[in-house]
């Protein structure tokens, strides 16, 4: 199987217990998680040779972060040290008409304060088939961003292919630039783009004709999402598909999920999932990226790449964590008509 190297941040996850609101919190319950190395430990599951990239403090949050990651099969060898703090998020789980909330304290993270030289990407490349990154790294800090370019110019230079969630994050750019100025540098050196409208539009100015996630109803036309697809291949010359994720949002609880992959020809389309119970959502974009990557290396097709990567996040919402703990079989499983959460015995 292939190797897939990934870059970014890994934050510790403080999240309130159940629904309960931050006011009404005594406690948080503690784990780790952050997009680059959620779509590494999804590999990992499948089987994957992975490799995460991050700067880190030398603490002992710290290193309960590299242990986690170690114990669930991804490489951490090639994290760099410094700095003085690990980022953290906080969460509150929406229920029905109230959505999820996530603040940040990630100020000052080792990782925002990385620069260009400190890892040596052609070492780190070295036997790699697959870089991945996402836009989440360069809204950090400029040193992030330019750490982040640095890594696509040499995975380039080597042959890598390279792959990008654009994961735009509005409170993330504070340091004076914004995600219109930074992301199309990085971008034009990917070969595969994983974004949603949002993405699109608030980075490139790229939307779907009268689309409005938030009057969905949990009913998507996914063929109108051909045209970003298109126009994000046309921007980008070097890219040979795009994947657009569908959520239909009926409240907190209740979405449906789906994505498409367009090649600049054809435009494949998954099966739709009605998640009636989500459980957390969070990680739910990343264990697509995840699936996709995976199917994309191990199956014959694009429709079945993108089915493994619809129905790999279909399970993830049933997940506490950022992390998708799932396998190989259970994502076949579903996708050739299980889901009926009978007991396995």
């Known amino acids: 199987m292939a190797k897939v190297v990934t870059f970014g941040e890994v934050m510790l996850r403080l999240s309130t217990p159940g629904y309960l609101r931050f006011s009404q ?35 002992d949050i710290a290193a309960m972060c590299v242990a986690e990651l170690r114990g669930l099969g991804v490489g951490v060898d090639d994290i760099v040290y410094g700095g003085d703090r690990v980022g953290i998020y906080y969460l509150e789980t929406g229920a029905v008409a109230r959505g999820s909330k996530v603040v940040y304290d990630r100020a000052n993270s080792a990782i925002s304060e990385i620069k260009p030289g400190m890892v040596d990407w052609r070492k780190v490349l070295q036997g790699a088939d697959w870089f991945h990154w996402t836009g989440i790294t360069p809204a950090l800090s400029q040193g992030a961003a330019d750490a982040c370019l640095e890594a696509i110019k040499v995975a380039n230079e080597m042959g890598v292919k390279v792959s990008c969630d654009l994961n735009y994050r509005k409170k993330l750019w504070k340091y004076g630039k914004s995600a219109s100025e930074v992301m199309p540098a990085l971008v034009e050196g990917c070969d595969l783009i994983l974004g949603n409208e949002e993405d699109a539009e608030k980075e490139f100015g790229i939307k779907p004709e009268g689309f409005d996630a938030e009057k969905t109803g949990g009913e998507i036309d996914q063929t109108r999402f051909e045209s970003v697809c298109r126009q994000l291949m046309e921007r980008f010359p070097r890219c040979k598909k795009v994947a657009v994720t569908l959520r ?36 739910g974009g990343d264990s697509f990226m995840g699936g996709l990557l995976y199917g994309l290396l191990a199956y014959d097709t694009d429709q079945q790449a993108i089915e493994f990567a619809a129905a790999a996040s279909a399970l993830k919402h049933t997940i506490i964590g950022d992390y998708n703990r799932v396998s190989v079989s259970e994502v076949e499983g579903l996708i050739n008509g299980g889901g009926s959460g009978r007991v396995s015995r």
Do not use: M
């Open 25 to 59: 919190a005594r406690q948080f319950d503690a784990t780790f998680g952050g997009g680059e190395a959620n779509v590494a430990v999804s590999l990992a599951n499948y089987g994957v040779d992975t490799s995460f990239v991050t700067r880190l403090p030398q603490n």
């Open 248 to 283: 239909g949002s009926i409240n907190a609880n209740h979405n449906t999920w789906g994505g498409v992959l367009y090649d600049g020809k054809t435009l494949w389309q998954s099966r739709r999932y009605d998640i009636t119970h989500i459980v957390d959502r969070v990680g």
